[in-house]
Structure formats: structure tokens, C-alpha cells
């Protein structure tokens, strides 16, 4: 083959593949180790979350009547915050949300072995759908955004997120009247312009959609009508890289309890990596798991005003997890860990991690033989406590919460 012909060929591979990551990479717009990190518990009733969600974009050249030159399976990296639970026709948002895909080392040296060395990116869809619920999906990019001349530099992964700026907000939807609701991404497209430093543009289209798990979160809906919009702000979101098919998330469930014959208000986070699907003959757990425990200051005042001083400790008895379409249907996941002596300070939340170091074991969970879905949502919860100048221990007991609190609905593969 001749030099000419060599180059050519090389030209056109590189261009294709070239497309290919460009066009793939315009689409985008903590998990603890050890015991959670209290900065990165979010507030009670409010769900933080990062997901990789497996993608496969089929990409096309839009000037050659739409010639598929190839399928790409990638992944994008996607993160935000929601409530835990909603009312009957609630209107709510996704928020704080951004995303991101980085691409291989091999891929920028290919395209700057051709002389592609910028690519410019419009996005005029990133679906996000939320079952039952109106409307049933939302064009994030309704509005087209538009990325401007991303550089492609060899030996450097190629790295683009969206929102250009600050991070956006999905939303309002409306919920049903009862039931769930299920946020998902649905599907991305973008039209991409390659340009090499000699000249030549190429135009492409991707269009991208999910292949494995791509539920981001599922909600419960109950209780009184008539609830504000929930639209959350502020939320820790410092989760690092998570693997392809997996989340990282922490969610922080409101809990009704009884107490020295008194009813009284807590929030009982659980973080962890949980994968987005399982197979039906496989399993799932939670890895890198654990808790926290947060008494919000109108409950520490309502226990100082019923006469309990100075500090506490005690032992979590259970933290049940109910399950939906798999075995066991329910697990105790925190029986025996101690809770470490805490003062009670008036006007001040208390934040504990649970356990103090270390982590605990949720699952394996494994799917029924019909079921098409597993779903693991927080049930009851009981613990222990000791305090200051009172002689003997005193229960607390907690009902599930209501709405449910789902931490994750993962498709049966």
C-alpha cells in the first residue's frame, strides 16, 4: 500500500473512531470506605447519590442520510439529590445534578495522529423519566447547550461534563396519587462537529441510551396531600469515582419512634456501593456500607425537657432491610453496634456514625424466580439507651418509615 493509501486509511479509521468518542463524550451533561464521613450526611429526608450508568451510542454521519458507522458501549457518570419520599400529587426535582465521561488515553492519540485536535458539541436531548408521574419525562437540554471547541490532546483522556457551569435541576414533575415513582435516565443525543488543525470538519450524530440497570432512585408516595414542592439544596455531594454499573449513594430516612412513652422524631442514614442490577441466578450486596444516626435538636430538647441530662450511649438491637423480590425478606443489618457515649446540648443536632469505624454487611440479596426486580427498602429499628443519673437502660423502638424508603430498585437481568 502506498504511503497516500496509508494515510488515508488511517484517516478514516481515525475520523471514525474519533466521531465516535467525541460525539459520546458531548452527551453528559462518598462512598464511605470506612464509617460515614458526618459532613456527607445529608439532612433527614433527603437522598445524595452517584451513579455510572452503562450507555451504548449508536453513531451516525447526518450528511450521508444517516449512515450508522458503528455502536460505542460506554458509561456515563451522573450524580444528584432527591427527597426520600413524596405525597400524593407532590411536585419535586431532581437537583444538583451534573455528569461527566472520560475516555481512554488511546483515543486522543489516535485522533491527533490525524490532525483532529478540537471538537465542538451540541446537545439537544438528555432524558430523564419518572414512572407514574407527569410529565413522564424531561429534556434536560429542551433547551440545545452547546460546548465549544474541546480540546483533544494526545496522551491525555479525553474528560467533558455537563452543565457547563454550576450543575442543573430536573424538574417539576408531579407525582402520582400513590404507589412509586421510579427516576431513570431514558436517553441523550448530540450533534457533533470534528475539526481537524488542517481544515477538515466532519459532522456526526449520537444517539445514546442505557443498557443495564438505569434506575437512578425509586419513591415511595404517601401521607397527607397538599405537600410544598420539594425542590433540595445545599446537599453534601462529595462522593469519589464510582466503577461502571455501580452507585454510591446515602440516604437519610425520617423515623417516627417511641421513647420513655413519648413519641419523638430521628433521621437514620445508611450509605453505601450498590450495584444497578442483578442477574437472575446471581446476588447483590451492599459493600463499603454503613450508618449514621441523626437526633435533630428538637428532639435532644424534647429529651432534656423530659428530664434526661448530661450524655448517652447505648446498642443499635436491629435495623431491619425489607425486600421486594428477593431473599431474605428481611435482614438485620446493625444488631450489636454500640452507640457511643454523646452529650446532649441543647439546640444542637446530634450527627453520629454507626458504626464508628468499620463497616457493616448488607446482603447477599438474590432474586425470587419470577420476580422482575429486587427491591430493598429501610424497615423497623430498635436500639437501646443509657443515660447520665438515670438508673437502668430504655428502649427506643421505630416504626418503618412511611412513605417507604427505598434504597434501591434494581432490574432482574
Not at 465521561?101 to 446537545?123: H, K, Q, Y
Not at 436500639?383 to 417507604?404: H, L, S, V
Amino acid at each position: 500500500m502506498s504511503g497516500r493509501r496509508r494515510r488515508n486509511s488511517l484517516l478514516r479509521k481515525g475520523l471514525a473512531l474519533t466521531a465516535t468518542a467525541a460525539a459520546v463524550v458531548a452527551l453528559t451533561s462518598a462512598g464511605p470506605a470506612q464509617a460515614l464521613n458526618i459532613p456527607d450526611v445529608p439532612a433527614i429526608g433527603v437522598d445524595t447519590g452517584r451513579f455510572n450508568l452503562p450507555i451504548s451510542c449508536a453513531i451516525t454521519l447526518p450528511d450521508l442520510a444517516g449512515i450508522k458507522i458503528l455502536d460505542l458501549g460506554t458509561s456515563v457518570d451522573v450524580q444528584g439529590v432527591v427527597t426520600t419520599s413524596l405525597g400524593p400529587g407532590q411536585q419535586f426535582y431532581l437537583t444538583q445534578g451534573s455528569g461527566f465521561i472520560e475516555f481512554p488515553t488511546w483515543l486522543s492519540e489516535l485522533a491527533a495522529a490525524v490532525g483532529i485536535n478540537r471538537v465542538d458539541a451540541t446537545i439537544t436531548e438528555l432524558d430523564i423519566s419518572a414512572s407514574n408521574s407527569t410529565p413522564p419525562s424531561i429534556n434536560v437540554a429542551e433547551k440545545p447547550q452547546t460546548i465549544i471547541d474541546i480540546p483533544i490532546e494526545s496522551g491525555k483522556p479525553l474528560v467533558v461534563g455537563l452543565p457547563l457551569e454550576g450543575t442543573f435541576d430536573v424538574g417539576p414533575y408531579t407525582a402520582p396519587n400513590s404507589g412509586t415513582t421510579t427516576l431513570a435516565f431514558d436517553q441523550a443525543v448530540a450533534h457533533v462537529t470534528l475539526k481537524a488543525s488542517w481544515g477538515l470538519q466532519i459532522k456526526v450524530d449520537a444517539k445514546c441510551l442505557p443498557t443495564a440497570g438505569n434506575a437512578l432512585l425509586t419513591l415511595g408516595i404517601g401521607g397527607a396531600p397538599g405537600q410544598p414542592p420539594s425542590k433540595i439544596t445545599g446537599a453534601p455531594l462529595n462522593f469519589p469515582p464510582v466503577a461502571p454499573e455501580f452507585l454510591d449513594g446515602i440516604i437519610n430516612a425520617p423515623y417516627k419512634c417511641t421513647f420513655g412513652g413519648e413519641s419523638i422524631d430521628a433521621g437514620i442514614a445508611v450509605g453505601g456501593t450498590i450495584p444497578l442490577s442483578v442477574t437472575r441466578n446471581g446476588s447483590m450486596s451492599f459493600t463499603k456500607a454503613s450508618g449514621a444516626l441523626t437526633i435533630p435538636k428538637a428532639t435532644v430538647n424534647k429529651l432534656l425537657d423530659m428530664g434526661f441530662k448530661g450524655s448517652f450511649s447505648g446498642v443499635v438491637n436491629e435495623l431491619n432491610l425489607n425486600v421486594r423480590g428477593g431473599t431474605p425478606a428481611v435482614q438485620n443489618v446493625a444488631e450489636g453496634i454500640t452507640i457511643p457515649s454523646t452529650p446532649l446540648v441543647r439546640d444542637k443536632d446530634i450527627i453520629l456514625s454507626l458504626p464508628t469505624t468499620g463497616t457493616i454487611t448488607a446482603g447477599p440479596f438474590r432474586p425470587t424466580a419470577t420476580s422482575e426486580s429486587v427491591a430493598i427498602s429501610l424497615g423497623t429499628a430498635k436500639a437501646t439507651f443509657r443515660f447520665d443519673g438515670n438508673a437502668g437502660e430504655i428502649a427506643i423502638n421505630c416504626a418503618k418509615p412511611f412513605p417507604e424508603v427505598f434504597l434501591v430498585e434494581n432490574p432482574v437481568t
